[in-house]
């Protein structure tokens, strides 16, 4: 961060010096009580990056913690929004499907965080000359940081990840990397979206390789930063996040690396005190069985999986016990008896006579898998045609089923 742009620094960040500091000054009074600071509990996290264009992000809310019923996916990646170039500057852009996920927020994106899980926005290079690693100013940094947190603001998200694959730094006249252009988009981008959201690092290209980290403050910017590579165990050096808790070591391919591998990843993560656990590609079939081989090291738990149920086509079934044919009668009695797996919502029958409704009746069921209907009707004489269905709770109707009938009160 340059001398002529001064930012705010968050609480978070002095609570973070300070911290640093206390556990200096331990370590001078006392190797024992340094020894103390360093054995810090670390609960691992599990990240998972979701292909949208080919798998819905809503996926992750089917993974559940068998032992608490939380959700087994700690931090969901939607993979990817890109960097763009217009030719002047860089601008956020969200393909087909990244802009559905976005404005389904309702069913995509609002069940994953009713689970506990937070949701980010990928963003990764599109084969242009903008990246994260050639802004030329701190100004140009922030004028895309203001997009970035545009959409944080307005899809209800929780945070950014930066993945600097895919630029094509210099083309179209555009500047190559440079030490301080990643360090003042994402202090930018910290100072718009404040302390409580999240910012991560895909410790990868000229964002992590090119960048000076001590050039601004990393630790009180950057959440957290991981390795990109599958399947490989190797945390990111990040300077000023030395912090393990904040570093992920852990890198597997959800459909590419083997369940042993991924397990063995995990018990390590453990082991050395690592915080985050990174898994791509979580697709829509049924993956419990191998994320229990990770979540068990990390969290203690298996993981276990709920389908979605089966959308409900089957229209509900309804027979006629009346109106009886022997007369005379003065009255219609109706009897219907209704059956639906899924739950019947309503049946209706109603009276005709010449194709003009004469009389409507209807009995709410409210969800039961069987239900009766019956109704007494008094008409004049004459000759009448009795109409009916029923109604599911998914919306499906029966067949309409009609019974000309015939009132007549003298033999």
């Not at 997009?147 to 500047?175: C, H, K, M, R, S």
């Not at 069985?289 to 969290?299: D, R, V």
Request: charged residues 20%.
């Amino acid at each position: 961060m340059s001398a002529s742009n001064p930012r705010k620094r968050w609480l978070r960040r002095a609570m973070a010096t300070t911290a640093a500091v206390a556990v200096a000054t331990a370590g001078m009074i006392g190797g024992a009580m340094g020894a103390v600071a360093d054995e810090q509990e670390v609960d691992p996290q599990l990240v998972v990056y979701v292909e949208v264009n080919s798998n819905d992000l809503a996926n992750v809310a089917d993974y559940t913690l068998e032992d608490t019923g939380k959700a087994a996916v700690d931090m969901a990646m939607i993979f990817a929004a890109n960097i763009n170039y217009d030719g002047e500057k860089a601008y956020l852009h969200f393909n087909e499907r990244v802009t559905e996920t976005l404005e389904d927020a309702e069913n995509q994106i609002r069940p994953v965080q009713a689970k506990g899980t937070k949701v980010l926005l990928s963003v990764l290079g599109n084969h242009q000359g903008a990246g994260f690693a050639n802004f030329t100013s701190y100004e140009a940094a922030d004028a895309f940081a203001a997009q970035l947190a545009d959409a944080v603001t307005t899809y209800g998200l929780d945070g950014i990840d930066f993945d600097d694959e895919w630029t094509n730094y210099g083309a179209n006249g555009t500047p190559q990397p440079n030490a301080q252009s990643f360090g003042w988009l994402a202090t930018a981008l910290r100072d718009r979206l404040g302390p409580d959201k999240i910012i991560s690092l895909y410790a990868i290209g000229p964002s992590y390789t090119t960048t000076d980290f001590t050039l601004f403050d990393a630790a009180g910017t950057i959440d957290y930063a991981w390795n990109p590579y599958y399947p490989t165990y190797d945390a990111p050096t990040v300077a000023g996040l030395e912090d393990r808790a904040r570093l992920g070591a852990a890198a597997i391919d959800l459909s590419q690396t083997s369940a042993a591998t991924a397990a063995d990843f995990a018990r390590r993560t453990v082991q050395d005190g690592y915080g985050i656990y990174v898994a791509y590609n979580l697709t829509g079939t049924d993956q419990s069985a191998y994320l229990s081989g990770i979540t068990e090291p990390l969290k203690g738990s298996a993981t276990v999986y709920k389908a979605p149920a089966e959308p409900d086509t089957t229209r509900p079934t309804v027979e006629l016990a009346s109106p009886a044919s022997n007369r005379p009668q003065s009255e219609l009695n109706v009897s219907l008896s209704v059956q639906d797996d899924r739950g019947v919502a309503t049946v209706v029958a109603n009276v005709y006579q010449h194709g003009v409704l004469v009389t409507s009746t209807q009995t709410d069921a409210g969800g039961a898998a069987q239900a009766v209907h019956t109704a007494t009707v008094a008409l004049p004489d004459g000759h009448y045609v009795l109409r009916y269905n029923a109604h599911d709770t998914s919306g499906n109707v029966s067949k309409t089923k009609t019974q000309p009938f015939t009132i007549e009160s003298t033999p």
